[in-house]
């Protein structure tokens, strides 16, 4: 799934400063990072913050955080990945989710067919951790009962690709904001991914 701020804040009509401040008021603080973790509403975490912000931008972010679509209206996925997925189980992979999310996850997760694909789901809410926490690897590994070295972790940021290959787990850097589809296939071709018939 694309996460992207300025995508996000394009649909309220804000200039590029009034852009670039709520982001790092409120995009950049570890803050939201914590609702990853399943600690609760984001303007509940976020209450000081947030009043004070300029008006209009609270509104922005109570029409970002008090939807529990927000993954669905604010971070599609790429065209082509739902046909990726089924063609890598048909070949016998199994695939599994690990992601920082927060508990909207488990309203949008039966609204998205792909996810019928999983054979697990491990959203860092339910667990109370974030990559690239080094716990969080572990406990993943530990829940499905996976070997490490038998696996490939596929993310969108550095940072929690290193975390994942210092768990012991190969990874791979794919940003689905700038790159499309075919650019994933390549990668996983790359590392001995069979990929169709």
């Known amino acids: 799934m694309k996460y992207d701020p300025d995508e996000m804040l394009s649909r309220f009509h804000l200039t590029d400063s009034e852009k670039e401040f709520f982001k790092q008021k409120i995009f950049s603080d ?14 509940v975490l976020f209450y000081d913050t947030v009043k004070e912000l300029p008006e209009k931008l609270q509104k922005v972010f109570y029409s970002l955080s008090a939807r529990y ?18 063609e890598l189980k048909d070949n016998g992979y199994k695939i599994y989710l690990l992601s920082n999310i927060g508990l909207s996850f488990h309203y949008f997760n039966k609204k998205v067919p792909v996810f019928s694909l999983f054979d697990g789901c491990f ?16 406990t993943f590994f530990r829940r499905f009962s996976l070997v490490p070295e038998e696996c490939l972790f596929i ?43």
């Open 30 to 43: 570890p803050k939201w990072r914590d609702g990853d973790k399943g600690f609760g509403y984001r303007d």
């Open 69 to 86: 679509d927000f993954e669905l209206m604010y971070m599609p996925y790429n065209d082509g990945i739902d046909e990726l997925i089924a």
């Open 123 to 138: 959203p860092s809410c339910d667990y109370g951790l974030i990559k690239p926490e080094k716990e969080v690897y572990n």
């Open 155 to 197: 993310d969108d940021t550095m940072e929690n690709v290193r975390a994942s290959e210092k768990a012991g787990m190969p990874a791979v850097c794919y940003n689905a904001v700038l790159q499309d589809i075919a650019v994933l296939r390549k990668l996983l071709s790359a590392r001995g991914i069979r990929i169709g018939n």
